[in-house]
């Protein structure tokens, strides 16, 4: 099954692709494509996904998949939060996020932190059961990035298992662990469940 993926992100893009491979599913997001995802106007993460996944879904005609995903700080009162990719403002740069991050964070002690995705799936906009899934994937906050893999806070985002940060983790180590590999792998096993119901 070819899916429409409600992003232009290509990070996002290829992380979805990697963690797909060997199953039924295709990914096409909307990186070449002239469409755009409707405005993140919900309230959580789950809102803004199920905004995304209904337009494009409605636009293209086609099986969709959404994401919404961000980095929760509890000791800043779960900022960055939704606003993640927006962090410094509008079109801000991933850069620029993760140095106000730091800025923020630099006079607290407690480092806790976590990645949030959440990922719905439509077979068509009006699918009376779409499915809902969801990934948290825990670590601290640095105060200095490093890595050059990943995207997004990647490179402040320290995991204490594997004593490296997320833009250091080998791609195919990230694919499995990571906030939407194990959304992913959450969708997949509640799809399977759907289809056997099915037969």
Known sequence: MKLIFAT???????????????????VESLINRRI??????????????????????????????????????PALNGRP???SARYSGPGASDEENVQKLIQEISSISDRRA???????????????????AQGL??????DTPAGSGG?????VFYVPEYGMTAAQLPVEL????????????DFLSIY???EENLR
Do not use: Q
Request: hydrophobic content about 35%.
């Open 151 to 155: 995207f997004g806070y990647d490179p």
């Open 114 to 132: 976590y990645f949030v995705c959440c990922l719905i799936f439509m077979i068509s906009s009006d699918d009376p059961f779409p499915i809902f």
């Open 81 to 83: 939060g939704i606003y």
């Open 36 to 73: 755009e995802a409707a405005p993140e106007t919900g309230s959580s993460f789950l809102e803004n996904a199920l905004i995304k996944c209904k337009s494009v879904s409605e636009t293209t005609g086609r099986p969709t998949i959404a994401d919404d995903s961000g980095l929760v700080v």
């Open 8 to 26: 232009k992100n290509s990070g996002k893009t290829r992380e979805l692709s990697k963690a797909l491979e060997g199953t039924e599913f295709k």
């Open 174 to 185: 990230k694919s499995l662990i990571s906030h939407r590999a194990l959304a992913i792998k």
């Open 137 to 142: 994937w825990r670590g601290e906050i640095l």
């Open 192 to 194: 399977l469940k759907h």
